[in-house]
């Protein structure tokens, strides 16, 4: 059932290049994005005036991608919360809000209290789920599948793939009804979209050296992710799948905060893994770098192949193909999956069921 591989979570990084072509399937074509299974439409979103997106774990960091892209691309105001603040706040809520939960299973009680909590203040919500008649599906007005197929690991891998994927066609859309968003753009972004399956497909033939690192590494008890913009989330999200399934201990900091705090705990040797994909704030991450190598940091740095000279900068390189910088986390997600996956293999860790997780969290 695994298909040969060792883990579920193997197999199913493997299956991301397929997931991803499963998401953009008939929603993707050349003048535009099509999405025929939810009722969104300019009139209803002439009545919208805010979103929120709230999910919990790695949905939560595919929602934060989310907001990067709707107020980038739809120009409307976001707000992105973890479903377990959201419901025990008071929100503001209304009418003219619309709920955008993120959920793999679509069972996870938080993210169904908030929906239910929306519905009271009369919100509309879209899901964005994997399981199909789920009670997130159900219960909210409409649905966006991700599509990626059955995900076993306790680890979400190609499901967060997906979920970015579906948070940047949602963008689109939205864009596209609002009028915010303009054909060359489109073109750009829908060109971008399509060569990701190849992308995420590159990346994952880059494990063998994912794995040299780790098993060079697997001893260290801190790792420290950095970034700035859509870099940040992917930097959170690597860190979280790195805490459980390796239990090595991780922080994920906006690359900025570092100076606010953080850099102290920098010393010989630790390592800081930079995610440096973003031209726009590229000269600031490289500051960023060589205050943490003053200090002793050991940096893995990962970069568009136009950036590969950084290598005399840092460490260890992990270089990634050109492309447009709005869809770099689909694949830079990719090596920090493989960083974590290989790091618990080779600490002995029980990767598909790692201690105290469960894969649907159903209670509170
Ligand atoms: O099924 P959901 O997407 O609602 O689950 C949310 C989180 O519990 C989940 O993403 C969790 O953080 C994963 N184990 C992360 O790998």
Do not use: W
């Not at 201990?249 to 800081?272: M, N, Q, R």
């Amino acid at each position: 059932e695994k298909g040969g591989y060792d883990h579920f979570m193997m197999k199913e990084m493997t299956e991301q290049p397929k997931a991803m072509v499963d998401t953009l399937a008939g929603r993707l074509n050349t003048d535009g994005i099509r999405l025929d299974d939810i009722n969104l439409d300019a009139e209803t979103m002439k009545n919208i005036n805010r979103i929120h997106i709230v999910a919990c774990g790695t949905a939560y960091h595919a929602g934060m991608v989310g907001k990067f892209y709707f107020e980038k691309f739809a120009r409307i105001a976001v707000e992105t919360e973890a479903a377990s603040e959201y419901r025990y706040k008071d929100p503001i809520l209304d009418k003219k809000t619309l709920l955008i939960v993120v959920s793999q299973s679509g069972e996870t009680a938080d993210t169904l209290a908030a929906i239910r909590l929306a519905k009271e203040k009369g919100a509309r919500v879209l899901a964005v789920t994997n399981v199909v008649g789920s009670s997130i599906a159900r219960e909210a007005d409409d649905v966006l599948y991700t599509n990626a197929g059955p995900e076993i690991a306790v680890a979400s891998t190609k499901a967060y793939l997906t979920q970015v994927g579906c948070m940047l066609v949602l963008a689109m859309h939205l864009g596209q009804l609002n009028g915010e968003i303009i054909s060359e753009e489109m073109k750009r972004l829908g060109h971008a979209l399509l060569n990701t399956p190849e992308l995420v497909q590159k990346a994952m033939e880059s494990k063998e050296a994912v794995k040299t690192f780790a098993y060079q590494h697997f001893n260290i008890n801190d790792l420290f992710f950095i970034g700035r913009g859509l870099d940040f989330y992917t930097c959170l999200e690597g860190s979280l799948k790195l805490k459980e399934i390796s239990y090595i201990h991780s922080e994920a900091y906006a690359a900025g905060e570092l100076k606010h705090g953080p850099i102290a705990l920098i010393d010989d040797g630790t390592i800081v893994v930079a995610v440096c994909t973003q031209e726009k704030v590229f000269e600031k991450m490289l500051s960023n770098i060589k205050e943490v190598k003053a200090r002793g940091a050991f940096v893995l740095a990962i970069v568009q192949e136009a950036h590969k000279g950084i290598a005399s900068e840092v460490d260890e390189v992990f270089v990634i193909p050109n492309m447009d910088d709005d869809i770099t986390p689909i694949p830079t997600v990719v090596y920090l999956q493989l960083l974590a996956y290989y790091l618990a293999v080779a600490r002995g860790c029980d990767v598909d069921k790692p201690k105290n997780l469960a894969k649907s969290v159903t209670v509170e």
